[in-house]
């Protein structure tokens, strides 16, 4: 009886040992994030060109990533122009990371927490995706 009752002991603390393993780890792609903290009093110009307009990043908790306008909206299209981007990073086994013309931003991996970038966006396609999980958490927009 004992000595079923160790090995099914052992067994359990193994299942743990490994669970806890899975949690995923720091394996960004760029290596670095460049961060900028902006003034919070920005304005918001629907158009873009003339003036900053809000844009909201998500990524996490679950395999979810997004980036919407002040209404909510998806982000398909854009006008070029300077944007204030709030990405707000709900799991510490993801990132989100924008790229395209002039832009490459990112946050940590293995941080959550939220951030805020302004950014210059020219006509051409952008990106946005989760690294470590990029084939399945990746969206994309144009500007023109």
């Known amino acids: 009886m004992t000595r079923m009752r160790s090995?099914?002991?052992?067994?359990l603390a193994v299942a743990a040992l490994a669970l806890a393993g899975c949690g995923g780890?720091?394996?960004?792609a760029s290596g670095t994030t460049d961060t900028t903290t902006t003034d919070t009093?920005?304005?918001?110009?629907?158009g873009?060109?003339?003036g900053t307009t809000t844009l909201d990043g998500t990524v996490g908790p679950g395999f979810d990533?997004?980036?919407t306008d002040a209404s909510g909206n998806d982000?398909?299209?854009?006008t070029a122009g300077t944007?204030?981007?709030?990405?707000?990073?709900k799991a510490s086994i993801h990132n989100f990371h924008l790229t395209g013309p002039g832009v490459d931003e990112s946050t940590d991996v293995s941080g959550t927490g939220t951030e805020t970038w302004t950014v210059d966006l020219q006509a051409g396609t952008y990106t946005f995706q989760c690294d470590p999980h990029s084939?399945?958490?990746?969206?994309?927009?144009?500007v023109s």
């Open 7 to 11: 090995a099914a002991v052992l067994s």
């Open 25 to 28: 780890g720091n394996d960004s």
């Open 41 to 46: 009093t920005a304005t918001t110009d629907t």
């Open 48 to 50: 873009g060109s003339t």
């Open 65 to 67: 990533i997004s980036l």
């Open 75 to 78: 982000v398909k299209t854009l």
């Open 83 to 89: 944007y204030t981007i709030t990405v707000d990073d």
């Open 135 to 142: 084939s399945s958490m990746n969206g994309s927009f144009e």
